[in-house]
């Protein structure tokens, strides 16, 4: 006898709703697919009428997985990233070496992305992978060789080096917010719309802590799903949002949004380059090279750095960092292999 098919849902449509899912908005979705955000929210409504349930909730400003839709995407997640690493391994060009990172879309959009015409021009013969989501993937199980992780440094399974200091500081649009001579921050606070991000709900009382001030009150502040939402509302005019460098520094180099109270203050978390403990140094092998990169910011509470100088030999890859504080423990820390990319990733591309 045989036993009864379990109907597949369509890949399309299996497809649309985990871009969804990965990106936190439709519109993110459609750009990552190069489809329309209609032809995103039809797939997903198509993928929602296949399983008889709904797989995100559009009541609110966004769309948010229903319970429902998380349990879902925990389920096909790994299954769609699997089929992406056996494709790419088949399609990888010989002497091309391939690496998926993983790190938040928010990351990837405002700070790796707009640099990485300048890591595969210094890297041709790296093919490195994104793999931009909210979720925490197991790297082993999920095939990713390096992840870029938020918070304070402390991840079972993985070694983790310092790559960004996140620093927490209230922006909005030009304009939106001057302040008068010598007023009382809360007084100008309390004269504009405050934004809240649901991910971090205390973060207007941790910055004015810092501050030395008492928690403004955030009674008809506008509460938001995603980083990206409120930044994109407070860049509107709309409101005062906290936001968080270095998410936000391509506004603030732009000019579409302002600092109305000046420089950040640390937030306590980072961003740190991680790979599985034990990771072998098999994926980068080059002819000599070298180039030079940008001095790291002095705000970011270490000494400018000068030149970095990566050089890769056929028994492995040595660097020599001349930044201060960073050249002790770099390659015994995540291996000579990934050096290059850490160093890459750290300093900024020119």
Known sequence: MVAPRTPLPPFAALRAFH?????????DAAASLGVTESAISHQVRRLEDFL?????????????????????LDQVDPAIRQIQAATAALLRPAGRAVVRLTLPPSLAATWLIPQLGAFERAHPDVDLQLVPTTRVLDL?????????????????????????????????APGYLTLRPREDPLAALARVRLIVHARFPDEWEEWARARGLAPPPLAGAIELEGIEQALQVAESGHGLAIGRRPMVDDRLARGTVVAPFGAGDPTGAAYCLCRPSGDADDWLEHDE???????????????????????????GILTRLQSGTLQSNLEATIGTTYAPLYARLYHGID
Not at 19 to 27: D, L, N, P, Y
Not at 63 to 69: D, I, Y
Not at 289 to 312: D, H, M, N
């Open 289 to 315: 090279w070298s180039f030079p990169i940008r001095k790291i910011p002095p705000e970011q509470g270490r000494e400018p750095g000068t030149l970095v100088q990566v050089r890769a030999l056929n028994s």
């Open 52 to 72: 008889r349930t709904a797989l995100f909730d559009r009541s609110g400003p966004g769309v948010r997985l229903t319970a429902a839709g998380r349990r879902y």
């Open 19 to 27: 871009a969804a899912a990965v990106h936190g908005r439709f519109r």
């Open 140 to 172: 082993q199980r999920d095939q990713v060789d390096l992840a870029i992780r938020h918070g304070k440094g402390a991840w079972p399974g993985l070694d983790a080096a310092f790559l960004l200091e996140e620093t927490a500081l209230p922006v909005c």
